[in-house]
């Protein structure tokens, strides 16, 4: 349970230093919700392609951002 805990706190941690979240400037609670919730999403697609799964051992090429044209 507290690993659990501990997870989440670092994931606020690291929204409130990327997306500014410590201060929104809207006290409309459903803006408010949705870019929390937009934040998270970003913050985990982000990481899902700047740091693909390697433990899966699938022998995958590493994803590279931004991919090149060429």
Known sequence: MTFARWSIELVFKEL???YKLDVISSGASDIV????????????VSHRVLKPDTA???????????????
């Open 16 to 18: 409130k230093r990327l």
């Open 33 to 44: 919700e949705s870019l929390v919730l937009v934040a998270m999403l970003t913050l985990v």
């Open 56 to 70: 899966s051992g699938a022998g995958e090429e590493p994803a590279i951002y931004p991919p090149s044209l060429g």
